[in-house]
């Protein structure tokens, strides 16, 4: 069982910048691929980043490519979401997500959820 807890969130105006964390129970986590996802009002929940166990590889879609920057500190049980030049569009609940070994962009196969954190970008 892994316990993920977010924070970070926030209100920042167009343009700016937040770094989310999410830190994580247990003594494997550098076995669990770790994600980023969110969710708008109405909207689907949606794949936002993603990070190997090793944190040697990352994946993110077009949509934040170039803008935000995942990481993780496996001393520390912590992933990172840094996000800069945040849109309106950004506004949603965030949630920080882990997987066993391999990475997954697809909500319905997340092994373990957080509570989430609200990002609000105002314009």
């Known amino acids: 069982q892994v316990q993920l807890v977010e924070s970070g969130g926030g209100l920042v105006q167009a343009g700016g910048s937040l770094r989310l964390s999410c830190a994580a129970s247990?003594?494997?986590?550098?076995?669990?691929?770790m994600g980023w996802f969110r969710q708008a009002p109405g909207k689907e929940r949606e794949f936002v980043a993603a990070i190997t166990g090793s944190g040697g590889s990352t994946y993110y879609p077009d949509s934040v490519k170039g803008r935000f920057t995942v990481s993780r500190d496996n001393a520390k049980n912590t992933v990172y979401l840094i996000m800069r030049s945040l849109k309106p569009e950004d506004t949603a609940v965030y949630y920080c997500?882990?997987?066993?070994?391999?990475?997954?962009?697809?909500?319905?196969?997340?092994?373990?959820w957080g509570q989430g954190t609200q990002v609000t970008v105002s314009s």
């Open positions: 247990g003594r494997t986590f550098s076995s669990y691929a």
């Open positions: 997500a882990a997987n066993r070994a391999v990475i997954t962009t697809k909500p319905h196969q997340v092994d373990y």
